[in-house]
């Protein structure tokens, strides 16, 4: 892989081929957040977002923890160091730049796959939320803890969790602080694999490559519309921007060497166009 320049000391961004991949690293903290790796998150999301030649992103922790969430010993100071006196400059420029690490403002329009090892708590599971698929080993724990600690979660799970679950199970999660389980989270659709413990990381970036081998003008339009089109509109509503988003897509080149391939029995060769 090739490590690119906008990784920092606790958020490794390296490439391999059309994927991006996004590691937390900071594992003598069970990958807690800080001031240089919310830096390292905004520099990879809009990496992902710019680069044409990217098609998807997988993003895991390093180490046998996905992320804890907020550096409690750290608190509200992060300008006591240096990456967090650079965090505070970048903001007088981008002011929601956390929050757009964080994937709760201006998510990407390309599809990130998250690899779960272990703990993914707080934080953690707030950025779960903003990803479109997920895997995790059979060890993992996820929970909204923010009220243990007399906190809110400001990473948009009070909003999110009960969109994406059911929602005496989110008002349990957010209410009471439980913990739940990978099966939990399989049953109930937070996620969407369960794997042995060690190898979220490899199932999603295999899950990754199959999904670079499709059209991506497909992909481009079917994110799009999971981005614009929310479960609330109604299909009158819905389907005229189904018709003006899909439409130019049924229309290409790559839709008729999809179908091409299909009857040559072969596999399709893309271009984008």
């Known amino acids: 892989m090739q490590t690119l320049e906008c990784s920092s000391e606790h958020c490794v961004v390296e490439r391999d081929g059309k994927i991006l991949c996004v590691t937390l690293n900071r594992p003598e903290k069970k990958n807690a957040l800080s001031p240089s790796m919310l830096l390292g998150l905004y520099g990879a999301w809009r990496r992902l977002d710019e680069d044409d030649s990217l098609m998807c992103a997988?993003?895991?922790?390093?180490?046998?923890?996905?992320?804890?969430?907020?550096?409690?010993?750290?608190?509200?100071?992060?300008?006591?160091?240096?990456?967090?006196?650079?965090?505070?400059?970048?903001?007088?420029?981008?002011?929601?730049?956390?929050?757009?690490?964080?994937?709760?403002?201006?998510?990407?329009?390309?599809?990130i796959l998250l690899a779960v090892e272990s703990y993914a708590v707080a934080g953690g599971s707030e950025i779960l939320q903003?990803?479109?698929?997920?895997?995790?080993?059979?060890?993992?724990?996820?929970?909204?803890?923010?009220?243990?600690?007399?906190?809110y979660p400001m990473g948009g799970s009070a909003?999110?969790?009960?969109?994406?679950i059911p929602y005496c199970l989110a008002a349990e999660m957010l209410l009471l602080g439980r913990n739940i389980s990978a099966e939990e989270a399989l049953r109930f659709g937070l996620i969407n694999k369960v794997v042995p413990a060690g190898m979220a990381f490899a199932c999603a970036l295999a899950m990754a490559r199959h999904l670079c081998c499709?059209?991506?003008?497909?992909?481009?339009?079917?994110?799009?519309?999971?981005?614009?089109?929310?479960?609330?509109?109604?299909?009158a509503v819905a389907m005229p921007k189904v018709d003006e988003i899909g439409g130019p897509v049924i229309q290409s080149e790559d839709a008729k060497e999809g179908m091409k391939a299909f009857v040559e029995r072969r596999e399709p060769h893309f271009q984008g166009c």
């Open 214 to 235: 499709n059209g991506p003008l497909s992909i481009k339009a079917t994110m799009r519309t999971l981005r614009e089109i929310e479960e609330c509109d109604s299909e």
């Open 58 to 111: 997988v993003l895991t922790g390093h180490g046998d923890n996905f992320c804890s969430g907020m550096d409690l010993k750290q608190g509200n100071t992060p300008e006591e160091s240096e990456a967090g006196r650079q965090l505070m400059e970048k903001m007088k420029e981008v002011p929601d730049l956390h929050w757009q690490a964080l994937l709760r403002d201006k998510r990407p329009a390309k599809p």
């Open 130 to 151: 903003g990803t479109d698929i997920r895997v995790a080993s059979d060890n993992a724990v996820f929970g909204i803890t923010e009220v243990v600690r007399g906190l």
């Open 159 to 164: 909003v999110r969790l009960r969109r994406q």
